[in-house]
């Protein structure tokens, strides 16, 4: 049996882009058992991936070096004797503890002049050629130079209706009814968020035309007060950013008739758990890091000066996200909405 060890990425997003490869070393590696070494606030996502066993959650502090911390984690692992690690962040920092564990092969993109520390290194793409990000990570799985297949699977999460269930009861949410769920948030930052007031006109928008609807905020507590400024114009929209979990907003969401997001972390697990999607682009852009779920529809205005990548508007108007009208948004939701009817 083959025993490997992921060094996950520090981003929800880019851990669900990596679970093709997983899917890929299982189907080239049948016995293969995959463990993985993930940042607490991305470990739950992993944990709900069918190709992973265990899931070692970390309290490394992100951009920090914190060596001595390193050092011990790597001396846990080493008596686990792993046969090789796929590290996929590019930081050097990222490739330290699978070579401090002694594990004796180290796969991984050469990043930050990794020479010494990863032992088969995979060429960086140029920026203005790189592949999307799931063909990037899946790459890892063959030897450096060669073409992943086009047809990977899409990144799936698996869910626990008891689970939702539970998770809907903690916050008196009425299952009996369709659950709409608005993610206000991006962390990486305000030229990849869609307006408050557009959120909220658009809750008064589904108010109007599916009165039923319970519709909720998630996200982090960072993105509190942002989805209160929508609650504040939309009362019909219920606050629970920074009140979940990342296990229970997955929860939530796996039972979510629809889900409106910006370009985040959430919205790739809203696709992942198969929900109907719109996704909000404002800075980025959906070829490169799209929903991958076909039940997603994106909006996005791609203006001249988008995309920018900019974590905050350049130019200082986001008419690339202030442009994007409720109307537009709603008009993919509506059907969604009578789809679950």
Not at 171 to 197: I, Q, S
Not at 256 to 264: F, G, K, L
Request: net charge positive; charged share 20%.
């Amino acid at each position: 049996m083959r025993r490997a060890l992921v060094i996950a990425p520090n981003w929800i997003g880019d851990a669900l882009m990596a679970q093709p490869l997983f899917s890929r070393l299982v189907k080239l590696h049948p016995r293969i058992q995959i463990d993985a070494l993930a940042p607490t606030w991305v470990a739950p996502v992993l944990e709900r991936m069918p190709e992973i066993r265990d899931v070692y959650a970390t309290d490394l502090a992100h951009g920090k070096l914190q060596m001595l911390r390193r050092w011990q984690l790597a001396g846990d692992l080493r008596a686990e004797r792993y046969d090789v690690a796929y590290v996929l962040p590019n930081s050097l920092k990222s490739s330290l503890i699978p070579w401090l564990a002694n594990i004796p092969l180290r796969i991984g993109y050469t990043g930050e002049s990794r020479y010494g520390f990863l032992n088969v290194r995979h060429a960086n793409p140029p920026k203005d050629t790189r592949p999307p990000m799931v063909k990037h990570y899946a790459a890892l799985a063959y030897a450096p130079g060669a073409n992943p297949p086009d047809d990977l699977p899409l990144p799936r999460l698996e869910s626990d209706p008891n689970e939702a269930s539970r998770v809907s009861a903690r916050f008196n949410l009425d299952t009996r009814v369709p659950l709409l769920v608005f993610c206000p948030g991006a962390e990486y930052g305000p030229a990849k968020r869609w307006p408050p007031e557009h959120f909220a006109a658009l809750a008064r928008m589904v108010g109007q035309s599916f009165p039923y609807t319970q519709i909720i905020a998630l996200g982090s507590p960072k993105d509190s007060p942002l989805a209160q400024a929508i609650a504040d114009q939309a009362p019909n929209v219920r606050n629970l950013c920074g009140q979940t979990a990342l296990g229970e907003a997955c929860a939530l969401i796996s039972r979510a008739s629809a889900v409106v997001t910006n370009d985040s972390g959430l919205m790739h697990v809203a696709a992942a758990l198969r929900r109907p999607l719109v996704a909000i682009y404002g800075s980025t852009d959906p070829r490169h890091t799209p929903p991958l779920s076909e039940l997603a529809k994106v909006q996005w205005l791609h203006l001249d000066c988008s995309p920018c990548f900019a974590r905050e508007c350049p130019l200082g108007h986001l008419n690339c996200l202030r442009e994007l009208s409720p109307e537009q948004v709603f008009d993919d939701l509506r059907g969604m909405l009578v789809a679950q009817r």
